[in-house]
């Protein structure tokens, strides 16, 4: 039973490689920016599902660490001409640095936790639209560059794809070693009973703390390659839209797996896109979407996959 | 001088109306431990209301009433066949009550369109009061300061002295106790959660003639009577009544002080606060 | 100058107005087998909540083989040797056996900020996980997930969550409760066994088997220790008697 699954994944996982690095060969421009998309956000809900699937923390603030690292690097291009080179590690210091801040909230747990970073996050929204002079206000950011590295300027559409893909890869190895590592085991404890861990001799606070700075990081670059993409940023990335979609991303996709938050990204995305080109109301089908998820599957697609295959067993 | 009691009423004024949003919602958790986000769509849904009807009657007291009526129904519905599927999962309880207030807002869009609306004051209220030092302030932000207050005293009165709240505050405390009282428990839930919808609609309304009633605002006034749950802590309605004061004054402030950190003299102190005593200033201990 | 495993002195805890603790003093030997009976409410797991770090006491010293542990973390006792069982179990139904029993050895060692190797590659831990889990009769249940198991073999695994890391010192919160008769003698056999090297501290309802194991009784009632001496001397005190059964 096991063995089976266990191929069967890896056949999924080598199909799927094929797919996506073959894509841009195959499919036109409008798909590959939607993949890429995909990519990007699917990488802001794994962000979010670091927390929320393993730790049991749902936090709205980390639309603030997306932003935030997208406006740092877009305005050190576009406003001071800085390199390519500097200008992501720029982006991802900001960001994770944000998060080394918020993540004192950690300190609440439950309900408080949630309005915490609610609000936290508005903090950041606010500036974004408030402080004009720095971050353009509501027109926000403009003429981002595309991305230079080593003198090679990525910018086509395809280009720009297989770096977002290379990075991904890397970042879904290491996520992978850190869930499965005892460091990922203990936030899955801390999820699971807290109180028992604090008397096993653990300090949960710590661990949450770390588990949130690395979530902010991985934010942080999901802002840095999103602003390369888009090449625009205004404050509306920061707002609680954006970290509610990623929520949902996650849980639609499947909480707590490494592809659900792809998954549910390329259906959210996917549906936003189609619905939109002949419904304007697209956050009214998302609100749909939320509650449909909760009251019908919970457990997202791979947890509807996961119990129709414990079913077959049977 | 002139500025700063301008600015104090205008926080005041902002107090009342976050009071009347954030009462409910700390009721409705501390009792039921439920975490409803549609309150701010609750307020933006009374306060559409209330503009048509109010324009169509030219009476506002009707308009207040219609307010929160519709969104006393809307909460209703919500309620039994929305938010009682999360049960006690405060995530699940965030992502329906969300959900929900993503398709009011859309509703409301269609409905009402994108423009800012102001809600028509009646002429009586429409003038200026003077004040001694020369200050002119508007006739019915005093309206809409007492009508805080009288809620805010009203409330209480309620929760301390009546039966009913008596058994809030014991349910408040130990929900399981509430059931042994002999009170009906869902007849319980039923009054505050709809008292707590009615509120957040007729704050719609009076929101609506202060602040204009337009797409957005039902998440705007949320964030900060969520600030306001918070700094008062989760269950507590002297918290909360507090808690506005200070979230309503602090705007205020930091809107005249630091008007592109505003954000920053409100969320500021509520950190601080949060890491010294993460459950505000009055909440109990077992709220999560 | 021997030290004591465990030393309480004046030990009181308020909640409120109440007074949970009042002014405890015991002194427990090491390898000693300590039951601590008395009747619900006599303040007995507000004690062990004392001693393991779950609260502070309002005042009194507490000691553990010497050394000053009343303003330490329950975190910080636990790496000081300290090991506990709760009377509600409070393992982790949501993860495997294996995985339980991994935090707890990951608990009081820096492994658990590791974040390359995955879990299952800890040297030694499969190893040390079904010696354990053998020991309490549960063994080969390695990728069972806990809500799957029994409440019997949850009280089980609880015992092996507080022995994995070889505790200087063990409290056990009536462990035994809720148990059949058959489980509860294997339970009690196991404990009964267990080396001198761990200090034991005893809550336990049923008269028999505290008498059976200990090597001397606390008497707790309404917070104060009301007798302490050999099993035999506490059967016998009629004080106790009347605590117990006047009581009714």
Known sequence: MNTTRLIATRLIAIVLLIIVVGLPMAAGTYWVGLVTQIFIFGLLALAVDLLLGHAGLFSLCHAAFFAVAAYTTSILQVRYGVSTQWAVPAGLLAGT?????????????????????????YIIWGVGYRWSAFTGGDSGITNVPAPMVSGFQISTAEQFYYVVLAVLLVVLALYQKLVRSPFGLVLRGIKSGEPRMRSLGFNPARHLYVAFVISAFMASLAGVLYVYHNRFINPVAASLHVNMEAVLMAIVGGSGTLLGPFIGAALVLGLRNWVSSFFEFHLAVMGLVFIAVVIWAPGGVIGLLRRYSSGKEK | MDSFILQTLNGISYAALLFLLASGFTLTFGLMRIVNMAHGAYYLIGGYVGLTVAKATGNFALALLAGGVTATLLGYLADKFLIKRAGENHLAQVLITVGLAYVVGDVALKIWGGDALKLPIPIVMRGVVELPGGIVYPVFRFFLMSVGVAVALLLWIMYRKTQIGAAIRAGVDDREMVGATGIHVDRLF???????????????????????????????????????????GLGSLGGAMIGALIVGLLDAYGRWLLPEMSYFVLFGPMAILLLFRPRGLFGAENMT | ???????????????????????????????????????????????????????????????CFGEDITQLSEPQRTQKGVGRTFQISSVFAELTVLENVALAVLGIRQQKWGMWSAVNQLKGLREKAAEQLALVGLPGKEEVMVKSLSYGERRQLELVLALVNGPKLLLLDEPCAGLSPSERQRLFSIIKNLPRSITMLMIEHDMDIALALADRVTVLH?????LEGSAQEVRQNPQVREVYFGQV
């Open chain 3, 222 to 226: 309404r917070g104060e220790m009301i």
């Open chain 3, 1 to 63: 100058m021997n030290q004591f495993a465990l030393s309480l002195q004046s030990v009181v805890k308020m909640f409120g107005g109440v007074r949970a603790v009042d002014g405890v003093s015991l002194q427990v030997a090491p390898g000693e087998r300590r039951v601590v009976i008395g009747p619900n409410g006599a303040g007995k797991t507000s004690l062990f909540h004392c001693i393991s770090g779950v609260i502070r006491p309002t005042s009194g010293v507490i000691q």
């Open chain 2, 190 to 232: 039923l009054i505050v959660s709809g008292l707590a919808s009615f509120l957040a609609g007729f704050s719609g309304v009076l929101g609506g003639a202060f602040l204009t009633v337009y797409p957005g605002a039902e998440w705007e006034i949320l964030v900060f009577a969520l600030v306001v749950v918070i700094i008062g």
């Open chain 1, 97 to 121: 640095s944000l998060g080394l801040l918020f993540g004192l909230s950690v300190r609440t747990r439950g309900v408080y936790f949630i309005l915490v970073t609610m609000a936290m996050g």
